[in-house]
């Protein structure tokens, strides 16, 4: 026995030789001849199957509000050719999106549709009904405010009253148009309605949506059920319509989101949720995104249909999912895979999907935006691969036909085909004769086991010659029938080749069903033309056995920040001991996108790198467990808001020092509430301050020791709800103190051309800078190299002459000189030279006189007596010539001091030289 996939292989005759063979077997007429009522929702959605969108043309809203809106986004007029070659092709739906605020009126008496508008819809709806067809009629790209107008509606408190009002308007006006429609016309009240134009557009917190998006939820909730109270009660048959129903976005979020709910509706079980699923995002939709489907992206396809399978179908609420689609991006054997994966899970589960053509196929600015499918000029398919494969996971292909003759609209996913060959080659026959014949095991040389005869299976021949012209002949010379002839129950193309199949059940009208006892031989005969007979198998089909669905894992808890910094993020959570691994998610350019797939519950953790610093990110998780090659998820976690760390501080720099402080300074960091500036003290980065105001751009740090090395770091911190997170740490900046300020500096000698300045010596200093200002500026006078060297003298001056002086003292740390800050400056005056030769003349026991020689600058001089206990002055000579003093009033036989200075008088000011001084007594 040779196991065999059921072929599917057709071309564009099928219809052709289906309509005749029809006739010869006076088969019923298809279901969609006779009207269509009664059916509840669920019934209805087993029978959409694989629909198709006509998109960019009614919803189009240029043209200035004429019919040549149609037209306005570039393609053709639609024509009956073109929703044939859809129907032709195996979809057996259409959607029809129809923008309409732009082709109506709004006046006193209200909201008014164009009738040639109208009219221009209802031709359109009609090319697919009178093929049989269903057709889904909406309202679509009428939910902008950003057009000023008021001929639209906007999910808000603000517009909530003209909203509701619209939408009653044009579904009034729907509803008495096609009222007379039966069933294959569905009503779908809104699309993708949600707040344009604002940050919460594509995305909310799907179970706990911010108060603009909750507003916008119940705002959507009373639209669609004024909707339905409309449709309901214009007559005709809208009281039976199914409508679709969707939520916020039409997305997956907005329908299991707790706030939206099902309009309350007087039909019962005719209300469809709404979807629409571009799924996974970065494959299907992003430009940005990735052109290949791998394995790692089927999850978010398993996600979506798991989480409607649970919310809805387990439920007995049927879904449709009114837009789908994989963008072209040079990339068709991943779309490819992408539709069988994608509609195989669809058709698996019988949720409808609506296929979003626009006719971009190529060439379109946005990469994210090329749906085209079918060439409406040429009426071809872009990708007949692609399409194909979309038609056969729903059992169906091109004409209504699968290409072996199988039309009953069984998943091919879910059955088991076993085929049986009996017979390959080439045998003709005509004229009612035998090709080729196939002899039971009862007889010798017999390969032909008649227990392979079964009420699941049926003879299939592939054959060439005139169509139709054949027959299967089952004979017995073992006491059965002797000669029974059966006529093909289904005949269609293979290929380029004919088949027909013989049934079962024919097969045992006219032999009966004790094939092992009776039935020797079997044939593949001509009836009143000419066969080639190919090939016979018998073929088996068995339904696939449904796999238990295991039990979804538990809720996931504990889903948190364990780590970040400014480039990662480290998520944690508990083990979940009901999965088989995690997701996690991050959302991105609006969507929920895999960051990873942990497939091992004991891990606890997970570290998400490559983020942007000081930049807010949204993730969540959920649990699966893996059964039968399926990943089944439980729920996702709450979305975590999650920003990571500053990123490095610029600018750090030491920008100011002294011999106890450093100043350092840097550039503010807009991430940051805070910083941290660290020391490194014997090889430990060791905390120096915590700065807690993110607009602080400098630091001083004082009570260093002078000339003193020292090295920095700093790290900025962020404070959030999450806790506080610390970014990348700068680079270290090293830095010396200065040496000490020098002390003590002072005048220390002077003379007529000179003065000597001295000072105390400076430990942590190598030497001193020494400036004297004259001129009216400031000079470098001496740079000393030794810190032992505290006195200078300053030559050339000028008598009488003031003069200022300070000095700094410096380090030098290999190529490195740090300078202290200047001394306070001290003045000098060069005087006169001190007096020469003083001299005792004569003393008594209460005076003693004394003389000096003439000093030749001095203008006079001061005489100065010292008791032992103080100094006094006890004259001062006016006269240059006046070198003799005579000190009276004295104490009799005392030791005393006496001190001469010359002077001379500058600007009123005396100038006084260096003292002379000698020891006296008296007798």
């Not at 505290?790 to 410096?810: D, E, P, V």
């Not at 006016?878 to 005579?886: E, G, I, L």
């Not at 005393?896 to 500058?906: F, H, L, M, N, S």
């Amino acid at each position: 026995m040779t196991r065999t996939r059921k072929a599917i292989s057709v071309t564009s005759a099928v219809m052709a030789v289906l309509f005749t063979l029809l006739l010869v077997c006076s088969m019923p007429l298809p279901a969609s001849a006779e009207a269509l009522t009664g059916k509840t929702a669920m019934e209805l959605m087993t029978e959409l199957d694989l629909g198709w969108n006509l998109g960019n043309t009614l919803d189009a809203t240029g043209g200035n509000g004429t019919l040549e809106s149609e037209t306005s986004w570039g393609n053709p007029k639609t024509t009956k050719a073109m929703i044939d070659a859809v129907k032709a092709q195996g979809f057996n739906t259409m959607r029809l999106p129809v923008s309409w605020g732009s082709h109506m009126t709004n006046s006193a008496s209200g909201y008014v549709i164009d009738s040639q508008w109208m009219a221009r819809v209802k031709t359109i709806v009609d090319y697919a009904i009178d093929n049989g067809m269903y057709v889904i009629l909406n309202i679509h790209h009428d939910n902008d405010i950003r057009s000023g107008d008021d001929r639209f509606f906007y999910p808000s408190e603000t517009y909530k009253d003209q909203s509701i009002k619209f939408v009653k308007a044009i579904w009034t006006q729907i509803s008495e148009t096609f009222k007379d429609y039966d069933q294959h016309l569905i009503f779908e009240t809104l699309n993708e309605p949600r707040l344009v134009g604002t940050d919460d557009e594509w995305w909310f917190p799907v179970n706990s949506p911010g108060a603009s998006v909750a507003e916008a939820i119940s705002i959507i909730n009373q639209m669609n059920q004024a909707a339905v109270d409309v449709i309901r009660t214009s007559g005709g048959n809208n009281a039976d319509r199914c409508i679709m129903i969707p939520g916020y976005g039409a997305s997956i979020d907005g329908c299991t989101t707790p706030n939206y709910t099902l309009p309350t509706d007087t039909a019962q079980n005719r209300l469809i949720v709404s979807v629409h699923a571009y799924t996974p995002y970065n494959f299907a939709l992003n430009a940005s995104g990735t052109s290949v489907f791998s394995d790692d992206l089927k999850s978010e396809v398993d996600y979506l249909f798991n989480t409607l399978k649970s919310s809805f179908l387990d439920k007995n609420i049927p879904v449709v999912i009114g837009e789908a689609s994989a963008s072209n991006k040079n990339n068709a054997s991943e779309r490819l895979k992408w539709v069988n994966y994608y509609m195989g899970k669809s058709a698996s589960l019988g949720i409808p999907v609506m296929l979003w053509d626009n006719n971009v196929y190529s060439g379109s600015s946005n990469l994210g935006e090329q749906h085209g499918y079918l060439n409406r000029l040429a009426l071809t398919w872009y990708d007949k691969d692609v399409v194909d494969a979309m038609v056969a996971c729903y059992g169906n292909a091109p004409s209504g036909d699968n290409g072996n003759g199988d039309d009953d609209n069984n998943d091919d996913n879910n059955v088991t085909t076993d085929s049986t060959v009996l017979f390959t080659g080439s045998a003709s026959a005509d004229a009612w004769a035998q090709a080729t014949s196939v002899m039971t095991i009862k007889n010798n040389g017999g390969t032909l086991n008649p227990a392979i005869i079964t009420e699941d299976g049926y003879f299939y021949v592939e054959y060439t010659g005139d169509i139709g012209k054949i027959e299967l002949i089952m004979q017995s010379w073992s006491g059965g029938t002797e000669w029974a002839k059966i006529c093909f129950s289904e005949s269609g193309m293979a290929g380029s080749n004919y088949y027909a199949k013989f049934s079962y059940a024919d097969c045992v009208a006219a032999f009966g069903e004790d094939f092992a006892t009776y039935l020797d031989c079997v044939y593949i005969g001509a009836t009143d033309g000419s066969i080639t007979a190919l090939s016979l198998s018998y073929v088996t089909e068995k339904a696939a056995e449904e796999p238990e669905e295991p039990t979804l894992p538990s809720a996931m808890t504990g889903f948190a920040l364990k780590s970040r910094n400014y480039n990662s993020i480290t998520l944690t959570w508990d083990k979940n001991d009901s999965a088989d691994g995690y997701i996690i998610q991050q959302m991105k350019n609006d969507a929920w996108t895999n960051v990873t797939n942990i497939k091992d519950n004991t891990v606890t953790s997970y570290q998400i790198t490559g983020l942007a610093a000081n930049t807010s990110y949204k993730f969540r998780m959920v649990a699966y467990v893996t059964a039968n090659d399926t990943n089944y998820y439980g729920s996702f976690t709450s979305a975590t808001a999650i920003s990571t760390a500053p990123a490095q501080t610029q600018g750090f720099a030491i920008t100011g020092r002294g011999s106890d402080y450093l100043t350092i300074t840097w550039t503010k960091n807009a991430g940051a509430s805070g910083y941290i500036i660290q020391e490194q003290i014997n090889g430990v980065w060791t905390n120096v301050t915590n700065i807690r105001n993110g607009a602080t751009v400098s630091y001083k740090i004082t009570g260093l020791e002078a000339n003193s090395f020292h090295r920095y770091r700093m790290v900025a911190y962020k404070v959030d709800a999450n806790g506080t997170c610390y970014g990348k740490y700068t680079g270290s900046a090293p830095a010396y103190t200065a040496p000490a300020m020098v002390s003590g500096l002072k005048i220390s000698s002077s003379q007529p051309d000179a003065l000597t300045v001295s000072w105390n010596k400076t430990s942590s200093a190598n030497g001193y800078v020494l400036d004297i200002y004259k001129d009216g500026k400031w000079t470098q006078l001496a740079k000393i190299t030794s810190n032992a060297t505290t006195s200078y003298k300053a030559t050339g001056l000028t008598l009488g002459t003031t003069y200022k002086f300070r000095i700094k003292s410096y380090a030098t740390n290999g190529s490195l000189t740090i300078y202290s800050t200047y001394s306070s400056a001290i003045a000098g005056i060069p005087a006169p030279e001190k007096v020469a030769n003083l001299r005792m003349t004569n003393r008594g026991t209460d005076f003693i006189s004394v003389r000096w020689d003439k000093n030749a600058d001095a203008d006079g001089y001061m005489v100065y007596i010292y008791d032992g206990t103080s100094w006094k002055c006890v004259k001062t000579l006016t006269s240059p010539n006046a070198v003799s003093h005579k000190i009276t009033e004295l104490e009799s036989g005392k030791a005393y001091k006496v001190t001469v200075k010359a002077y001379k008088t500058v600007n009123n000011v005396k100038v006084v030289s260096d003292s002379s001084t000698i020891s006296a007594d008296t007798l």
